[in-house]
């Protein structure tokens, strides 16, 4: 195998199984439930110390719920994670504080995540004050100020709110926020999707700057395939709640076995304007299926170009394929190199 | 002004048509605690029939706030538009009363806002939010705009349409509630449609579906698009021209195929060199240094001098205009040939 499974000790977090389904409900007063959404069913993953795994996947996959059930923001249906040795789910009152202390999320929504009745330095500070031992109060306004510098933004606009800044300018706040209380892990959701290509470049080098000093994993979901690319080690690809394809970032690049990752690397736009309509691009036919309905068998059955009975039979399992050495859920993996990113 | 009328040059093969859009001079802004923040100064582009019209710029560029002057929901105050018009075929919707402007919103100009979550109502269904646009402005029954309303958000790609029709707005993801609010801008088929990042939460696939229904849209109503976005692999697809801001002012205007090929602003240039590459792997990836300029202080000379690699002594005292380089390309530098050419050197800090 290629990827090199660093030994256990180095985990700093392992997911077992995990699942999450929303409940479905009819009815405006009575409330009656009709089915489950299965947002995350069945993944299991591990963050070594100090790297980045890259997330991607469908809209509506399941990524932001796996990133909330890791913070303990949501409760599993069931499944298991295990921060340390520990699994987080059984922790209850300091022992949680500390969990959240050392996983940070930068959200999504920058418009959204923030309060918009707190000034910046309140939303950026927050963290200390759950977290008091960390910086003396006296020093924390200055703390502050140096956070807001680090991502990029004036310190003396630490007493603006919000709907002051442009998207772009929120997600730096968010991130300040992330790296106040210096965490171990941070996952970020989408965190410059908002951001202009340069101001993404200089929010992915302080990602990495940060990491590099601080010993920092990362869990990295983007739909920007080439900035997964760039700052991810290993990447998964999700589809309908479960991880579909696993590797290296060389391997899921380069090549790529799970039809749905070669439809979706052969969908990145080029920023090339000369080679517009040339690339050959796989047209997903069929509509995306319900998350609350899944198909049977292989989830990815019902637009994939490869599907047989087979498919719709068996459910593949996530595992090293024949011809490859890294782990897919195909039935009929296969490396296609012609779907790679050329730019 | 001819800083102005530079940006308004007529495509050849549509001189002499009225444009849907003309927007002119367009200033805007926000009287805040801090001093006045000079967020919109001077941005003028046309938009014609059928046409899309890429909107590339830092963040805090002013790209949302001259949409939001447009389709006339600027947040009044603190903000204010304090010159120049914005013309639907030739109307002047600024000269407009607030109770006539308002019937152009929605059908003559609709827009995606880029927040979705906060433009959606969180107490009440999507499908119901959509509905609400077909009973209010078209007079349709409660079922019959039920039933369009699910339509629309099957063409939008919701899975399951008809059975989450009832959800609110927290059970979708992003990505599923950015369709939602493409759903609602093109429900009552507008001639113009600005979409500030319509995809930004989409994976590529579903962004590919999206960024086609809106080409079909186009050709079939010879709609005029508006795409505000950081993607520049999106614009690179779709557009037929490009404005990039920087600090409220238009630097640079081109054919997509003009810019890409070689950029005649240093900022263009910094966004381009600043694209992830897969031959820089491991590297640290260009960026520009430094922060755009605080609006309610920005420097005489050119906005961008601080951060530029060229920038020369007249830099620093005359702010340069948005003027014709070759024709049909206009750049805001005072060495946009150079630039252009490939011909100058970063100057010695
Ligand atoms: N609170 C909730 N109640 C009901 N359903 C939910 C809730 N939160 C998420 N879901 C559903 O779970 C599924 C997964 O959502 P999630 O937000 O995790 O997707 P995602 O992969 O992050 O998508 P995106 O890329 O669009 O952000 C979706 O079908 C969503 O509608
Ligand atoms: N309500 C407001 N009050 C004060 N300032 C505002 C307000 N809305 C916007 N601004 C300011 O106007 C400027 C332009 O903001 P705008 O939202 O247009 O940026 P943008 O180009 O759309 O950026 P992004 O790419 O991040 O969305 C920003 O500096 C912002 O801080
Ligand atoms: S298992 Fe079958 S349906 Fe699933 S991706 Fe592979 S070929 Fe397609
Ligand atoms: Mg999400
Ligand atoms: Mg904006």
């Keep these: ?343 | 002004m001819a800083t102005t009328e530079a940006g308004i040059a007529p495509r050849p093969d549509q001189a002499g048509l009225t444009p849907l859009l003309e927007v002119e001079d367009l200033r805007v802004e926000f009287r805040t605690r801090d001093g006045v923040a000079k967020a919109v100064n001077g941005v003028s582009y046309t938009l014609h029939e059928g046409e899309t019209l890429a909107v590339l710029g830092e963040s805090g560029s002013g790209k949302s706030v001259t949409a939001q002057a447009i389709m006339g929901i600027l947040d009044t105050p603190p903000g204010f538009v304090t010159g120049g018009s914005v013309r639907f075929r030739g109307q002047d919707l600024l000269a407009l009363p607030d109770d006539e402007r308002r019937a152009y919103r929605g059908r003559s100009i609709a827009m995606i806002f880029q927040d979705a979550l906060s433009a959606l109502n969180p107490v009440f269904p999507v499908g119901w939010q959509i509905a609400e646009m077909y009973r209010v402005h078209e007079g349709m029954s409660k079922k019959d705009a039920k039933n369009r309303a699910i339509e629309l958000m099957e063409q939008v790609h919701i899975p399951a349409a008809r059975e989450r029709a009832g959800d609110y707005p927290h059970q979708f993801s992003g990505g599923m509630r950015q369709r939602i609010m493409i759903a609602m801008a093109i429900a009552l088929d507008p001639d113009v449609l600005i979409a500030d990042e319509p995809t930004t939460a989409l994976d590529v696939t579903v962004q590919a579906q999206i960024m086609q229904l809106l080409a079909d849209l186009q050709r079939e109503r010879n709609m005029g698009l508006i795409l505000i976005t950081h993607d520049l692999g999106v614009v690179a697809d779709v557009a037929d021209k490009i404005e990039v801001m920087y600090s409220g002012r238009i630097m640079e205007q081109a054919p997509v195929h003009d810019i890409y090929a070689s950029p005649a602003h240093p900022y263009t240039k910094g966004l381009l060199e600043s694209i992830p590459r897969v031959d820089l792997k491991g590297q640290e990836l260009s960026a520009i240094k430094g922060l755009p300029p605080n609006l309610t202080n920005i420097p005489a000379g050119c906005e961008f001098r601080p951060r530029c690699p060229y920038a020369r002594d007249i830099c620093k005292e005359q702010r340069p205009a948005l003027a014709e380089v070759v024709p049909g390309r206009f750049s805001a530098c005072h060495f946009a040939q150079e630039v252009l050419d490939g011909d100058i050197e970063p100057a010695q800090q």
């Design chain 1, 1 to 343: 195998m290629v990827t090199s499974n660093p030994p256990s000790s180095d985990v700093v977090l392992e997911v077992d199984n995990l699942v999450k389904h929303f409940p479905l409900t009819t009815g405006v007063v009575v409330k009656r439930q009709v089915g489950a959404v299965q947002a995350v069913d069945g993944v299991s993953l591990q963050l070594h110390k100090g790297e980045t795994l890259g997330i991607v996947g469908e809209s509506g996959s399941g990524k932001s719920t796996l990133a909330k059930l890791l913070m303990r923001l949501e409760e599993p249906s069931s499944g298991k994670t295990y921060f340390h040795g520990q699994n987080i789910y059984d922790l209850q009152g300091k022992a949680l504080r500390e969990l959240r202390r050392n996983i940070q999320i930068v959200f999504q929504d920058p418009y959204s995540s923030l309060n918009p009745r707190m000034t910046v330095g309140d939303i950026v500070g927050e963290p200390f004050d759950i977290h008091p031992e960390v910086v003396p109060r006296g020093q924390r306004r200055k703390q502050v100020q140096e956070l807001l510098d680090v991502v990029g933004l004036n310190p003396e606009h630490i007493n603006r709110y919000p709907h002051q800044f442009s998207g772009g300018q929120r997600q730096r706040i968010g991130i300040a926020r992330g790296l106040a209380l210096r965490p171990e892990i941070i996952i970020c959701d989408e965190p410059v999707s908002a951001l202009d290509v340069s101001v993404q470049a200089q929010v992915i080098n302080l990602l990495e700057k940060l990491q590099d000093e601080f010993g920092l994993s990362y869990i990295f979901i983007a739909h920007d395939l080439s900035v997964v690319r760039h700052i991810a080690d290993r990447v998964a690809v999700m589809y309908l709640g479960r991880i579909v394809e696993i590797g290296s970032e060389a391997q899921i690049y380069e090549k790529p076995t799970h039809p749905y990752t070669q439809a979706l690397l052969s969908a990145v736009p080029v920023p090339d304007p000369s080679v517009r309509g040339q690339r050959q691009q796989i047209i997903l036919s069929g509509d995306v299926p319900s998350p609350a309905n899944p198909p049977s068998g292989c989830r990815f059955r019902t637009r994939c170009w490869k599907a047989t009975d087979k498919c719709a039979q068996e459910d593949p399992e996530l595992t090293v394929r024949p011809g490859s050495d890294h782990e897919s859920a195909c039935h009929y993996a296969a490396v296609r190199e012609d779907v790679v990113i050329q730019h």
